[in-house]
C-alpha cells in the first residue's frame, strides 16, 4: 500500500487517506510440453531454439522443400529485446506468490526480460529440479510434483550473462480438496504498531469433502509455516460475534484482532477438516492472503516529502523556457537530491513526474499536457499548469447529456478546504441552469457540516 502525495502550485497540503483502520503425469514428462532450448548467449539469438539461426530474417524448411516449393512460409525471427536487467516472473497459476491444488501435481508459468542462459525450477521440499520450456519472454514448467499437507516452496531460477535472479511461490496440496476462491478480509492493510480488527471470509459453497461445520483461520509467514491460531470461522448468521451475514449460504466468517509490530505484510490463511482418499481425515489449508502493515505518516514527514516537490516544481518551472526535456530533467535532477527518494521516472516519460520514496509514499507532479484533465487551462503554453479549468462546456446545458431524474441533491462537505476548486458549487450552477425536464429542481449545495450523514441518506432519491 502506498501513500500519494501531489504538488499543486503554492498551495502545499498535507492529506493522507488511509485505507486501514483508516490463482497429469510428472516425472520426465513428453506429452507436447514445451521446449527446453533457450538458445545460445551470441547477443542476437537469446530468445531459445536458436540453433542453425545466423541471420534473423532466416527462413526455416522442412522436408527439402522452400517456401516456394509449400514448406513453411517465409517468417522473419522476432528482433531481440535488450532489456537493461535480468527479470523473472511467475504468473501462472498465480502471481500472488501462495497457492493451494486438490491435485498431486501443478504446472507453472510466468515471464522472463532480460538476456539468459537457462531457466530451471526447483522444488524445495521434494528436491526435485528440472529446466523449464518455452519461447521468450514466456517460459512454462512440465507438471511438478507436490508433496502433501505441507508447504511446497517451488522456485524459478534464471541464469543470465552476469545475473541470476529467481521468483518463488508456495504451494500447498490438499487432496481431493478445493477451495474455489480466494480468502478475503477486510480491510486490507492495517498500521503497523496497532491492533486491529478485521473482517475475515471463505466462500466454500459446496465444493469439497469437508467434516464439520467450521473453518479454522490461521496466521503463517512468508513461507506458510504455522505462526498463531485465530479461532474458527462459522456460516452461522451471527453478524454480531462472526459477521457471517447470512446462514447456510457457504460463506463462513470471523471477526479477529491482529497486531502489527513493524511496516511489511501478514499472512492469514483458512483450514478445513477434509477427508482423504482413503477416508483418513486431514488438514486443508487455502492459499495465505497477505495483511499489508503500514507505517504511520508523520506531518514532519509529509512536509518533507511536500518541500521536495516544491523544489522540483520550481527546477521544472526554471527551465521549462529551454524546452520540456531540460524541464523534466532539472526536477529529477531535483528529486534525486532528496537521499530518502528511491526512485523517479524517466526523462522519456510523458505526463507528470513521479517519485517513490524510501517510506512507501509515491509523490507526483501534475504535469499533465494542455487541453487534459489537470492540464493546462486558458492560455496554455508550455508552463506548468496545476489544472487551470479555462473555458468549460457543459453537456448538460448543451443537451449531450440526458438528465434522467427531477431532483438534484449537491452536497459539498469539504468546501471549507477545496475553496474556488471545490467542483461541486461549478455543478450547481450548471444545474440551476437547466429547464428541461419539467419541474426540475436542486436541492442544496449543503456546504460543510451541512452536509451531514442526514443529507447521504437522501442520495437514493435523487
Not at 76 to 89: G, I, Y
Request: with cysteine; glycine share 14%; net charge negative.
Amino acid at each position: 500500500m502506498k501513500h500519494v502525495l501531489g504538488s499543486f502550485g503554492a498551495a502545499i497540503a498535507c492529506a493522507v487517506v488511509a485505507l486501514a483502520p483508516a490463482s497429469c503425469g510428472g516425472g520426465s514428462g513428453g506429452g507436447g510440453n514445451p521446449s527446453t532450448d533457450f538458445g545460445k548467449m551470441d547477443g542476437t539469438c537469446f530468445y531459445g531454439n536458436c540453433e542453425d539461426v545466423d541471420d534473423p530474417d532466416a527462413t526455416v524448411e522442412e522436408d527439402g522443400e522452400s517456401p516456394e516449393e509449400g514448406g513453411k512460409p517465409d517468417v522473419p525471427a522476432p528482433p531481440p529485446v535488450e532489456n537493461p536487467e535480468l527479470v523473472l516472473k511467475i504468473t501462472g497459476p498465480t502471481g500472488a506468490g501462495f497457492a493451494s491444488t486438490p491435485g498431486a501435481q501443478i504446472s507453472l508459468s510466468g515471464v522472463v526480460f532480460g538476456r539468459y542462459a537457462s531457466i530451471t525450477w526447483m522444488n524445495e521440499k521434494t528436491g526435485e529440479s528440472r529446466d523449464a520450456g518455452g519461447t521468450a519472454p514466456y517460459w512454462q514448467t512440465e507438471s511438478i510434483g507436490v508433496a502433501p499437507f505441507e508447504p511446497n516452496r517451488i522456485r524459478v531460477t534464471a541464469v543470465g550473462e552476469n545475473e541470476t535472479v529467481s521468483d518463488t511461490i508456495v504451494v500447498m496440496y490438499n487432496p481431493g480438496f478445493y477451495f474455489p476462491y480466494p480468502v478475503d478480509v477486510k480491510p486490507p492493510s492495517v498500521f503497523a504498531g496497532d491492533t486491529s480488527r478485521v473482517h475475515v471470509t471463505m466462500t466454500l459453497g459446496a465444493f469439497g469433502s469437508m467434516v464439520g461445520d467450521k473453518l479454522r483461520l490461521q496466521q503463517v509467514d512468508a513461507a506458510g509455516n504455522p505462526v498463531k491460531e485465530h479461532g474458527q470461522m462459522t456460516d452461522d448468521g451471527d453478524v454480531t460475534t462472526h459477521g457471517d451475514e447470512v446462514e447456510g449460504d457457504g460463506v463462513y466468517s470471523t471477526q479477529v484482532s491482529v497486531t502489527c509490530s513493524t511496516p511489511g505484510p501478514i499472512y492469514l490463511r483458512v483450514g478445513a477438516t477434509a477427508k482423504n482418499f482413503d477416508g483418513s481425515q486431514f488438514d486443508a489449508w487455502s492459499a495465505p492472503v497477505p495483511v499489508d502493515c503500514v507505517a504511520r505518516l508523520t506531518e514532519s514527514t509529509c512536509m518533507a516529502h511536500q518541500a521536495t516537490l516544491k523544489a522540483a516544481r520550481q527546477a521544472y518551472e526554471g527551465a521549462v523556457g529551454n524546452g520540456l526535456a531540460a524541464a523534466r530533467q532539472a526536477a529529477i535532477d531535483a528529486l534525486k537530491a532528496d537521499s530518502s527518494v528511491t526512485e523517479v521516472a524517466q526523462v522519456a516519460e510523458a505526463g507528470g513526474i513521479w517519485a517513490a520514496f524510501d517510506d512507501g509514499v509515491l509523490g507526483a507532479l501534475n504535469l499533465a499536457a494542455e487541453g487534459t484533465r489537470g492540464g493546462a487551462g486558458e492560455g496554455g503554453g508550455e508552463a506548468a499548469c496545476d489544472g487551470g479549468t479555462g473555458a468549460i462546456e457543459s453537456g448538460l446545458l448543451a443537451g449531450k447529456i440526458p438528465v434522467l431524474t427531477k431532483d438534484t441533491l449537491l452536497l459539498s462537505p469539504f468546501i471549507s478546504e477545496f475553496g474556488s476548486d471545490d467542483e461541486v458549487q461549478l455543478i450547481g450552477g450548471v444545474a440551476s441552469q437547466l429547464s428541461c425536464p419539467a419541474f426540475f429542481s436542486v436541492k442544496g449545495p449543503y456546504n460543510n457540516q451541512a452536509a451531514g450523514l442526514s443529507q447521504f441518506r437522501k442520495m437514493s432519491r435523487h
